[in-house]
T-cell receptor, first 113, second 112 residues
Framework: SQTIHQWPATLVQPVGSPLSLECTVE??????LYWYRQAAGRGLQLLFYSVGIGQISSEVPQNLSASRPQDRQFILSSKKLLLSDSGFYLC????????????FGSGTQLSVL | RKEVEQDPGPFNVPEGATVAFNCTYSNSASQSFFWYRQDCRKEPKLLMSVYSSGNEDGRFTAQLNRASQYISLLIRDSKLSDSATYLC?????????????FGPGTRLSVLP
């Protein structure tokens, strides 16, 4: 069966520090991978998605970046965090095709202070 | 009109009650729809998929009205464990995951 691992679960970082969140998927090949962010009390916002190694599409301008060095690995990064980067970050995967369904990792609660 | 709108809630209902949430969407081309459940500080989990007029799974029933562009979620015999936020998800063009639009969610509290 497919599983998705996301870490760390919580993170407290000072403003201006770098960020690296990692997500890996097991039990499937060539998944579509996604990074979402959820601000407190708000809906999910798609940040990045990837349909293959090295293929990243960005949905919103920001100081974050994403990389997919391996088929089942997706990394979210920042060189300098802002206060507004605080939120709940969720990695997700899907099997490409019509009527895709998203399956989420357990999320990372990021607090930028 | 926003792409996906949901009843704002919160809904506070007693155990055993029947409760229904509504979700309206603007993209008439959408073919499949989803309800996710999200507990506080947890990831959303897929609750139901809706591809035709409706779907039923135990105490949960989802109905789709394409003409009026809304989806509803009905929960019968509410349990304390049903307390959560329910997210309506509507695909955009081509029904691919990168085009999914999440509603803001409806919060449900089932009270003893």
């Amino acid at each position: 069966s497919q599983t998705i691992h996301q870490w760390p679960a919580t993170l407290v970082q000072p403003v201006g520090s770098p960020l690296s969140l990692e997500c890996t998927v097991e039990g499937t090949s060539n998944p579509n991978l996604y990074w979402y962010r959820q601000a407190a009390g708000r809906g999910l916002q798609l940040l990045f998605y990837s349909v293959g190694i090295g293929q990243i599409s960005s949905e919103v301008p920001q100081n974050l970046s994403a990389s997919r060095p391996q088929d089942r690995q997706f990394i979210l990064s920042s060189k300098k965090l802002l206060l507004s980067d605080s939120g709940f970050y969720l990695c997700a995967w899907s099997v490409p095709g019509i009527n895709e369904k998203l399956f989420f990792g357990s999320g990372t609660q990021l607090s930028v202070l | 009109r926003k792409e996906v709108e949901q009843d704002p809630g919160p809904f506070n209902v007693p155990e055993g009650a029947t409760v229904a949430f509504n979700c309206t969407y603007s993209n008439s081309a959408s073919q499949s729809f989803f309800w996710y459940r999200q507990d506080c500080r947890k990831e959303p989990k897929l609750l139901m998929s809706v591809y035709s007029s409706g779907n039923e799974d135990g105490r949960f029933t989802a109905q789709l009205n394409r003409a009026s562009q809304y989806i509803s979620l009905l929960i019968r015999d509410s349990k304390l464990s049903d307390s959560a936020t329910y997210l309506c998800v509507v695909p955009g063009r081509d029904n691919y995951g990168q085009n999914f639009v999440f509603g803001p969610g409806t919060r449900l509290s089932v009270l003893p």
